[in-house]
């Protein structure tokens, strides 16, 4: 139990606090300065806030900023360089599966909302914008890439890079069960 809490207490510290006074940092990217307005009001009393005008500019915020991101909001419809076109180079550059996206999409079209999440993006905004949604659905995706992230440092030793003790036992107890009467 001391070793698992160690470990929590490190990967807190180490991100900033997960469950600490620090605000997270999100970068909201939208040609539309009213839009980046209204959501940065929306969420400023609880982020730290980013703002980039299109994907262009986002890349240069996310290349020197990605670790200290907690969540990229992005317009999907941006001249310059669109959102898609954002996701397939977050992609290629390696930080998709390490900062969560929400997309924004014009209305609550079916298909549009699916493409998006298809693209990679983790959730998705409809506009006009709904105060209690957007700050859900932000806190909501937040805390799932920070859960995930706290269970993988679990996972794996910080000194040492290997399977922690734990998942190592816990493995082992899964491969016995499955392997259980084969000879």
């Not at 730290?48 to 299109?54: E, Q, S």
């Not at 180079?89 to 999440?117: Q, R, S, Y």
């Not at 298809?118 to 949604?133: M, Q, R, T, V």
């Amino acid at each position: 139990r001391m070793r698992v809490r160690n470990c929590i207490e490190l990967f807190m510290r180490k991100n900033n606090g997960v469950n600490s006074a620090y605000k997270r940092r999100i970068l909201i990217i939208d040609d539309s300065t009213l839009n980046r307005s209204f959501l940065s009001k929306m969420l400023d009393d609880e982020y730290d806030i980013f703002l980039a005008g299109n994907g262009l500019e986002a890349q240069n915020i996310v290349t020197s900023n990605w670790e200290k991101l907690s969540l990229i909001i992005l317009d999907m419809d941006m001249p310059v360089m669109n959102g898609y076109e954002f996701l397939e180079w977050m992609k290629h550059a390696g930080f998709l599966g390490k900062i969560p996206v929400i997309a924004e999409t014009i209305d609550e079209k079916e298909d549009e909302n699916l493409h998006c999440l298809y693209a990679g993006a983790s959730d998705y905004l409809s506009k006009p914008y709904k105060l209690e949604i957007v700050k859900n659905r932000v806190a909501s995706v937040i805390r799932q890439k920070e859960n995930a992230n706290l269970l993988h440092a679990m996972k794996v030793d910080q000194l040492t890079g290997v399977y922690s003790n734990q998942y190592f036992n816990y493995q082992l107890q899964q491969e016995f069960q499955q392997n259980k009467g084969k000879d």
